[in-house]
C-alpha cells in the first residue's frame, strides 16, 4: 500500500474541491489541491449550474494533482443529487443543467401525483418528497422546449465523469435519489418511468461504487498531466453517499448528520423501511454503498446562514461568520427556534426576512439582531438534528449510541455542543472532508488496499482522525 495515491472530486452546492489520498502504512491522508467556489446562477429564466465551468475546474484540480503526485491510480467523482444535463442525439450538452432550487417544479407535483399516487411512489422508491427530486424536474423538463431533443439525461457526476473517460453510466447511490429506482431490486422502475412517460432508457445503464468506469479519455491525460492509465472508479457519486462511508464510526450503533448545505440525519440499515409511518415522518431511503440503505431525513442546512451572510453583505461590508457565530455562542440557550424545513426557505432570497417570519409563525419573537438570528438558525437545526436521529430509531427499530457530525458544520461548535445538549448523546465530531475520505476509502478499497467489510473500513479510516467529542451539558 506504501505511498498509493488517490484522486477525490468532490463537489457541494456551495463549494467544491478535489483532494489526493495518499495510502500509507497509518492510513489514508487527504491532500486538498484545488478549491473553488460553486452556486446556481439565473440564466435564462432558471437558477443554473455552471457546469461547463466546473468541468474546468475538475481539469484544473486533476492537473494540480497530476503535478504533485505522479502516478495517481484512479479519480472517482461524487456531487450533490438530484440534478442531470441533458444530452442531445450527438452527445453534446443542450444547456446548462438547471438546479434544484429553481421554482420549475412548483407546477407539476399535482401532476405526478395523479398519475402516480404518492403512497405508490413511496412503497417502490421509499423516497422522501422534496419538490425537486428528479422525477419532479423531468416531469417540468417535459412541457419545455428542450425535450424533444433530448436523446439522453446524465446526473451530474455521471456528466462530468463522462467528460473525462467518454463512458456513460448511472451509479446506483445517486440513481436512488432520483425518484425512478426500486428501492427494493435497486433497478429502474419500468412501472413509474412508463406512467410518467419518460423513456426507459432515458438514464444509461447501472454501475455499482467501487467498479472501474474505464481509463481516462487520451485528451484529458494530455491535458491534465496525469498517467493515461489513470482510470475512473464509481464511488458513493451521491455525495451524502460517499460522506456517509467517511462517517468514522466504531460499530453500526450511531447515527450521523451529514452536515453541509443540507443536513442529511439518520443511520445506515440493512434494508429499506417503506411503512406508511415512514412515509407520514417523510423519512428517504436512499441507496448506500455495498447496498446498504441510508435511510435519514433531508433537512434545512447551514445554506440558511449561508444566505443569510450572502444577504447581509449585499446591504453592507460582509460579517465577519467566526465573530458572529461567538456573539450567538454568549447568548442564552432557550431562544426561538423555527421549521428549518419550511418550504419557502428553499429558494434563494432575503433569508433574514424569511427565517424572522418563520420564527414568528412558531410563535416566537423575530430575532433582535443578527446574532439573535444565527443562533436561532443554529437552535433550530439542533432541535431538527435531536429529533430526527430519535424518530429514525422509533421507525427502524436500530439503536444509536452515539452522533457523528460530519462536513462542513462539524467546525461549529456551537452546532455540535447544541447538537449534544438537545439530542443527550454524545456527539462526536469530524472529519470535515467525509465526503472527500469516503469517496476515495471506496476506490482504495477496489485497489485492494484498504478491508472489504464496511465496519472495518470504518475502524481503520477512525484510527488515522482526530474526532472531537461533545457530551451533553449536564451530564
Ligand atoms: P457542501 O458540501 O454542501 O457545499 P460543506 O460540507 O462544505 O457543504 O459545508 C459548508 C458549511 O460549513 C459552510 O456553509 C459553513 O456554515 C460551515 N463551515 C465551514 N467551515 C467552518 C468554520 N471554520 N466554522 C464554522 N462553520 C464552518
Ligand atoms: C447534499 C445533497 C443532499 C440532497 C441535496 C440535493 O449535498 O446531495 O443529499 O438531498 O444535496
Redesign the pocket.
Known sequence: ADGAVFGAVDI????GRVVAGVLDDDGLHLEVVHRFANGAVEVDGHLRWDLTGLFAEVLTGLTALAARHPGVRSVGIDT?AVDYGLLGSDGALLAEPVAYRDGRTASVVDLVHRRVDPARLYAVTGLQFLPFNTLYQLSAEREGPLWPRVAQALLLPDLLACWLTGERRTEATNASTTGLLDATTRTWSTELLEALGLPLDLFPPLIQPGETLGPLLPDVARRTGLDPTTTVVAVGSH?TASAVVGVPAEDRAFAYVS????SLVGLELDAPVLTPQSRAANFTNEGGVDGRTRYLRNEGG?WL??ESLRHWAEEGPAPD??AL?AAAAALPAGGPVFDVDAPDLIAPGDMPRRIARAVQAAGGTAPPTRAALVRAVLDSLAVAYARTTAEAEALSGQRAAVVHLV???S??ALLCQLTADLSGRTVLSGP?EA?ALGNLAVQARAAGLLPADLGALRRTLRAGLALETYVPSGS
Open positions: 457541494g452546492a456551495s463549494s450533490w455525495d452536515s453541509g448545505t443540507w447551514l446562514l449561508q461568520q467566526d457565530l462536513g462542513g458544520g467546525r461549529n470535515v465526503t
